[in-house]
């Protein structure tokens, strides 16, 4: 992902979208990018009831725009569409080729219960395109990025997409290992060939970031990277505490949705959980 040149913002006319809309003008001023701000009426509403409610939607979001900061507002265009909220956010990001989509989270905040079938949970699970969940209000520019990392594909989308959200920042990266189940040779013999393999991780992660800093023409930066034994969900937990970032990055996988390999189906939990926004991106 070399950089963000348009960036889709999703808005259900709720403050918590509004947070994502600053999150996404201020990308926007940065990177120079086109941005779209779209508001999805659900199907299944009688004709009348649906064409009333996408005037009003249009009526509220033109007179709301207008009202923002000039420099919030340049360049953005609005558009209200009708249909299941996560499909045609999907659809709209593929047709306009949108590098980014920008969500706020959804409203029942911290209840993991809740978190499944939402349009935020269902855009991540399927977008083929990096989506921003939006939790902090305030638009500065993000300092501190924790980037998770397994060596999956979706992985190494999360990092590329994180250096292109925030080029500027201090980053993290943490890998977590576990020595595999005694059965072929001593635990002393694994542990050695463990630490042996996560050296040549750490180089191969240096590196990839450093070609990401070339490919975006930023200044050379090289990430702290952390390889730590232990189970992966309380590793990256204990990373989030210590470290506190402004933006938590995490690759997910085409088939599941979340990334097993790295931190299983408790990757909902950071994406509920998580006291900073999160960037997500597929495999």
């Given at each position: 992902?070399?950089?963000?040149?348009?960036?889709?913002?999703?808005?259900?006319?709720?403050?918590?979208?509004?947070?994502?809309?600053?999150?996404?003008?201020?990308?926007?001023?940065?990177?120079?990018?086109?941005?779209?701000?779209?508001?999805?009426?659900?199907?299944?509403?009688?004709?009348?009831?649906?064409?009333?409610?996408?005037?009003?939607?249009?009526?509220?979001?033109?007179?709301?725009?207008?009202?923002?900061?000039?420099?919030?507002?340049?360049?953005?265009?609005?558009?209200?569409?009708?249909?299941?909220?996560?499909?045609?956010?999907?659809?709209h990001a593929r047709e306009r080729g949108a590098d980014l989509i920008v969500v706020g989270e959804p409203g029942k905040q911290g209840l993991k219960e809740f978190f499944a079938g939402t349009t935020t949970e269902r855009v991540v699970r399927h977008s083929d395109r990096p989506v921003l969940v939006v939790k902090r209000a305030g638009g500065d520019a993000y300092r501190r990025v924790l980037?998770?990392?397994?060596?999956?594909?979706?992985?190494?989308?999360?990092?590329?997409a994180a250096y292109a959200v925030?080029?500027?920042?201090?980053?993290?990266?943490?890998?977590?290992?576990?020595?595999?189940?005694?059965?072929?040779?001593?635990?002393?013999?694994?542990?050695?060939?463990?630490?042996?393999?996560n050296e040549l991780l750490r180089k191969r992660i240096e590196r990839q970031a450093q070609d990401n800093l070339v490919e975006l023409a930023m200044p050379a930066s090289p990430p702290r990277v952390e390889m730590t034994a232990g189970n992966p969900f309380f590793v990256l937990r204990d990373a989030i505490v210590s470290y506190q970032p402004d933006l938590v990055a995490m690759g997910t996988h085409a088939r599941s949705g979340l990334a097993i390999a790295m931190i299983g189906s408790l990757a909902r939990e950071f994406l509920v959980e998580a006291p900073c926004d999160v960037l997500v991106a597929r495999a």
């Open positions: 992902m070399a950089g963000i040149k348009h960036i889709l913002a999703a808005t259900d006319l709720s403050e918590r979208s509004e947070r994502a809309f600053k999150r996404a003008a201020r990308l926007r001023r940065e990177r120079g990018a086109t941005l779209d701000l779209l508001h999805v009426v659900e199907h299944g509403l009688v004709a009348q009831v649906r064409e009333r409610r996408q005037a009003l939607a249009e009526e509220y979001l033109r007179d709301w725009l207008a009202r923002q900061p000039e420099e919030d507002r340049a360049g953005a265009r609005f558009s209200v569409e009708g249909g299941e909220p996560f499909a045609v956010i999907i659809e980037v998770a990392v397994d060596f999956s594909k979706g992985a190494t989308r999360a990092l590329d925030a080029p500027g920042a201090e980053f993290l990266i943490v890998h977590a290992w576990q020595v595999p189940p005694i059965g072929f040779g001593t635990r002393d013999s694994a542990e050695k060939a463990m630490v042996k393999e």
